[in-house]
């Protein structure tokens, strides 16, 4: 099923934000926020995980509830699982498609990475503070 | 020991009024600030020393090596982009364009995935913007457009708008009408007078729409506009046009969404055709403490507010192209400088590829994405905590950040003059 992610900021993600590799940084930039009825759709329970999977990327998050929210849009805080998704595409402006990002979302069992795993996988070095 | 007014280096409010209470290098106790101000002053966990990352992986070493290495990296380069600022004073921020100059860099700023599109608009249709103080004191109608200040900006509706009240408004909750515009229910839109639900990607038209009833064109809005139904579009026209004075505040659901700057463009012509009814003025939510600073810093020197390359001897500017994801997207820099930003985490991945690839040096005080992805990572002291200068609100007005202790790291500059320094003494 197909879904438009929006991203952007919330307060406990800008609490975290100097501690990116907490554990509360990690939970809060990997919640994805989607209706109900489209989680009842997709057989997604609250809390487990999903892989979400855009033209130019995917990642693992854990899917939440959010009633507000329309059915076909989802939404990430902005941050490493995000913009897992997010293309760089720039259409000469400089700036990405952050707010408007096609993805695909289905259920994993695979297990959630933590935000240095995730640079890892960008070709980097855990750093453990 | 209680220290008053205190400025808070989070977000673009730069709040001016907090008691913090230190104890030796310490802060203990934070009074006045919200959420993301208490997280920023008591948080403790700052990078302990200078980290450099070879083939046997991160090994702890001095400033003196840590300074020569990042000269050496940058001088190597020939291609270098220095990229961040926002989250430093404007005395480091100024250091870091002549740095730039030296180096024949590109230098940008956190504007290029912020409101970037919205200085593109203002130098194509200008900015009538106000301080925060007349918005305070004399706005009767506050719009936030693509904002969501309780969480980004929590203390903006308790010091200039919803909640505070001014000269003119003397009980600001019950006098003033906040509409809130977003493609999605929020803990902003809960409390505002009229909620508009906007259909992703489809803020130009709502914009449009709402410019043609302005001009009194009423008949020819059709039954919905991007999710807007035509009612609703008249009952916010309206409540505008009855405005004493009026304010627009938007955020990055209009920069980021498709249109950019030309979301930007069209929302400030819909301010200008307000103001030939009454007063409307508008003006951009700038999110890090000092992203303002580093537009006016770099403007001073350069010309250009962001996404500056000095390549060809003297400043050019082109976004898209000079613009730092660009540059990433095409593998198009041999080494990295970021300085206070975070681009490991709030560029897309392929950029953080790039940043993987290169030379990548970070001078922040703690550890974040970006840690991961560099070889080198220099801690400096926290601009408003043990180092001071200059940051600029986001309405443009310049307040000095205090230095609540004198700590144990170096600060920006002093870190960015040293490798000044060592590049200047090899250019000759």
Partial sequence: MTFILNTGRTIRQGSYVERKNSSFYCEE???????????????????SHVRARSSSGEVVVKAIPVTSLTRGK???????????????????????????????????????????????????????? | MKIEDVICPFCGCLCDDLMVEIEGKKVIRVENG?????????????LKSPILRDANGWREVSYE???????????????????????????????????????????????????????????EVGHPGCTLGQVKNRADVIVYWGANPIEAHPRHMSRYTTYADGFFLKDAFRERKVVVVDVRETESSAIANEFMKVDPGGDYAVLSA???????????IPAKVSGVSREQLFRVADICLSARF????????????????????????????????????????????????????????????????????????????????????RGECDACLVVASDPGAHFPQ???????????IQIDPHVNATTHLSRLQIPVAVTGIDAEGTAYRMDGIPIRTRMLFSGDYPSDVEVLE???????????
């Avoid at chain 1, 930039?29 to 809390?47: C, R, T, Y």
């Avoid at chain 2, 709402?210 to 020819?220: E, H, P, T, Y």
């Fill in chain 2, 65 to 123: 090596e840590a300074i020569s290495e990042a000269a050496r990296i940058l001088l190597d380069a020939d291609r270098p982009l220095l990229y961040g600022w926002s989250g430093t004073h404007g005395e480091a921020q100024s250091v870091g364009v002549h740095l730039a100059e030296l180096l024949g860099a590109v230098i940008d700023n956190t504007s290029t995935v912020c409101h970037g599109p919205s200085i593109m608009a203002i130098q």
């Fill in chain 2, 350 to 360: 392929e950029c953080a590829r790039h940043l993987a690839k290169i030379p990548t």
């Fill in chain 2, 246 to 329: 009026g304010a627009i505040f938007f955020g990055l659901g209009l920069t980021m969404s498709p249109g950019k700057n030309k979301n930007i463009r069209n929302a400030i012509e819909l301010t200008e055709e307000l103001s030939r009814h009454t007063k409307f003025t508008i003006s951009p939510m700038r999110g890090h403490w000092n992203v303002y600073g580093s537009n006016e810093v770099f403007t001073w020197i350069t010309g250009y507010p962001y996404a500056v390359d000095f390549a060809r001897g003297i400043a050019f500017y082109n976004p898209g192209e000079t613009t730092s994801v660009d540059i990433l997207r």
């Fill in chain 2, 210 to 220: 709402l410019r043609a009833i302005v001009r009194g064109k009423r008949d020819l």
């Fill in chain 1, 29 to 47: 930039a990997s919640l994805l926020h989607m209706n109900p009825v489209d989680m009842l759709e997709l057989d997604i329970e609250e809390g």
């Fill in chain 2, 34 to 46: 919200c959420t993301l101000a208490n997280e920023k002053f008591m948080g403790d966990h700052r």
């Fill in chain 1, 74 to 129: 989802v939404f990430l805080c902005l941050g490493p699982y995000a913009n897992q998704l997010v293309g760089p595409e720039t259409y000469g402006t400089g700036m990405p498609d952050f707010k408007t990002t096609r993805v695909v979302i289905e259920r994993t069992e695979d297990p959630l990475l933590t935000v240095a795993e995730l640079m890892q996988s960008c070709g980097g070095v855990s750093y453990e503070d």
């Fill in chain 2, 418 to 428: 040293k490798i000044y320094a060592r590049v200047k003494e090899e250019k000759g």
